[in-house]
């Protein structure tokens, strides 16, 4: 069964940054088909940054030019590095993983994302 465990989360002035890291286990890791969400009090989950079967990055607008997702495969972890954070970003930030297909030519990601984690809270003061 796939297991989650973020981490990195914290307290920050506006401005600040913070990198988050997410432990996935339970299943054969491959650094693709991975993503971050967030849910802030009262508001509903939302999409923050992902990466697909063919290792292409996506990010919502509003953290775009701020957040960098990236696979560190030497520790099969998904990490967000996020810069110039502001208020609005505070959120308890989870992982996600969907289901990786290859074939001979491509990889693409399948199904649902599955949300295996506590998440870590992000806090950011004005």
């Known amino acids: 069964q796939v297991h989650s465990v973020e981490s990195g989360g914290g307290s920050v002035q506006a401005g600040g940054s913070l990198r988050l890291s997410c432990a996935a286990s339970?299943?054969?890791?491959?650094?693709?088909?991975m993503a971050w969400f967030r849910q802030a009090p009262g508001k509903e989950r939302e999409e923050v940054a992902r990466i697909d079967g063919d290792g292409s990055t996506s990010y919502a607008d509003v953290v775009k030019g701020r957040f960098t997702v990236s696979a560190d495969n030497a520790k099969n972890t998904l990490d967000l590095q996020m810069n110039s954070l502001k208020p609005e970003d505070t959120a308890v930030y989870y992982c996600?993983?969907?289901?990786?297909?290859?074939?001979?030519?491509?990889?693409?990601?399948?199904?649902?994302?599955?949300?295996r984690g506590q998440g870590t809270q992000v806090t950011v003061s004005s």
């Open positions: 339970g299943y054969a890791y491959s650094g693709l088909c």
């Open positions: 996600a993983t969907r289901i990786l297909i290859r074939n001979s030519d491509r990889a693409w990601c399948s199904g649902q994302f599955n949300f």
